[in-house]
């Protein structure tokens, strides 16, 4: 019985005792069946207890449901990337007293743990990750979302691309029906380069997002899709593809995912040697984004790539950009980031010598710690030739033994 619960939790919640709530009104056993749900009881009975705890029944009763229904819109404003929706829920839901009822509070809690991921509150996740671990007797939804909560947190907060694909293999469907894991593995594994896997599920998460109608979404998923054909040695990704995508997110005016489109459509055109336009686009992507934004320091990046390659900017100007990145990247504590702009101030002041030395000793390094495999295999290409074109071929080959590392195969040749 509903009011059975309600009245638990208020009495429990003021440190009123039972025999004490029903002095007067009913016996210690009846109150005890009562929370229980064991017993059938009268409307002024029940009128008499939430007078004497200062509620009104019915209102509370109006509460619960919709505490309910909030929790269910909230995770799906999280699985759909509504910032200002979550944000607004959030703050709906912690007006409720009864949030913290056993019904509840694990929900509400396994939530929680996802906006603060979402929203980039590290540290208040782990918070609740750590108290989650300690639950016993969880149910097998609960069970799957923490290990789905655990994924995100391994692959967005550690780095841990291979631990992050282990605990989200673990999910069951059967049990947590939210098919947004797919996404997860397969930003995994585009993580790890692992290309074939990263589409397989990424095109398996664009299917439940087309179910849930989210276009924001849907173009994420999509565009993940074209990362992974656009990196395969058979590469023919045709332009169009990026911009019939900017064209969706503008029509629907999705500013975050058409800030990503032209991120990647640059790097596309950067690959195809299209240094212009590859330029052009990384600064739409850095114009609409702020920087806080924790996006904004790639698109800068690749913004000075680009313009580096190109050729036409003067070094004065590089290096006001550069210097833009390395102070932005030393206020967000963004080491790798640190390491990429410091690398470029190095290469615009024509200082082989020390660009490698950095690189050698501080950036690859910490690509190794970070499992950042794109960024090893480069620079581990350029530290390859710049020791064979000293003649260090000891040193050369610390790095061609790491590069084919990737090509070794189980086969059984004799």
């Avoid at 990750?129 to 789905?148: F, K």
């Avoid at 030393?330 to 470029?344: A, I």
């Avoid at 499992?371 to 040193?395: A, N, Q």
């Avoid at 080959?397 to 084919?404: D, I, T």
Wanted: aromatic share 12%.
């Amino acid at each position: 019985m509903l009011e059975g619960k309600i009245i638990k939790f208020y009495r429990e919640q003021q440190e009123i005792k039972q025999k004490d709530l029903g002095e007067g009104i009913c016996s210690t056993t009846h109150i005890s069946k009562i929370e229980r749900g064991l017993t059938e009881v009268s409307k002024e009975t029940i009128h008499l207890l939430s007078e004497r705890l200062g509620i009104h029944m019915e209102k509370e009763i109006e509460n619960y449901k919709s505490i309910d229904s909030l929790l269910k819109e909230w995770h799906e404003s999280i699985i759909k990337k509504l910032q200002n929706k979550a944000d607004s829920i959030k703050k709906r839901l912690e007006g409720f007293h009864l949030l913290q009822i056993q019904d509840f509070y694990r929900t509400y809690t396994l939530i929680l743990s996802r906006y603060h991921l979402f929203s980039g509150e590290n540290q208040h996740a782990k918070r609740l990750i750590e108290e989650m671990e300690m639950w016993s007797g969880l149910s097998p939804y609960e069970q799957n979302m923490l290990l789905h909560i655990n994924g995100i947190y391994h692959m967005r907060v550690n780095h841990d691309y291979f631990k992050a694909i282990s605990v989200l293999k673990k999910i069951s469907l059967d049990a947590y029906s939210n098919r947004e894991c797919f996404y997860d593995l397969a930003v995994a594994y585009h993580s790890i380069h692992s290309n074939v896997l990263a589409y397989f599920y990424a095109n398996k998460a664009l299917q439940f997002f087309v179910e849930m109608r989210s276009f924001s979404r849907m173009i994420e998923s999509e565009m993940l899709m074209l990362l992974q054909l656009e990196q395969s040695d058979d590469s023919n990704v045709e332009s169009k593809e990026y911009q019939r995508l900017i064209d969706m997110a503008e029509a629907y005016e999705l500013e975050h995912q058409r800030a990503l489109l032209h991120h990647n459509y640059a790097y596309h055109q950067l690959r195809s040697g299209e240094f212009k336009s590859a330029s052009e686009l990384y600064k739409k992507s850095v114009n609409t984004r702020q920087p806080q934004d924790p996006n904004y320091l790639g698109s800068l990046e690749g913004y000075i790539n680009a313009l580096t390659k190109e050729g036409r900017t003067s070094k004065d100007e590089l290096l006001q950009i550069i210097e833009e990145g390395l102070t932005l990247s030393q206020k967000t504590e963004n080491k790798t980031f640190y390491h990429f702009f410091t690398l470029h101030k190095l290469n615009v002041n024509e200082d082989k010598k020390g660009y490698f030395e950095y690189l050698e000793d501080k950036a690859y390094p910490h690509f190794q710690e970070m499992g950042y495999v794109l960024p090893m295999e480069h620079y581990g290409v350029l530290l390859f030739d710049y020791y064979m074109e000293k003649g260090d071929v000891g040193k050369a080959n610390v790095y061609a033994r790491g590069l084919m590392e990737k090509f070794r195969k189980n086969n059984q040749f004799v």
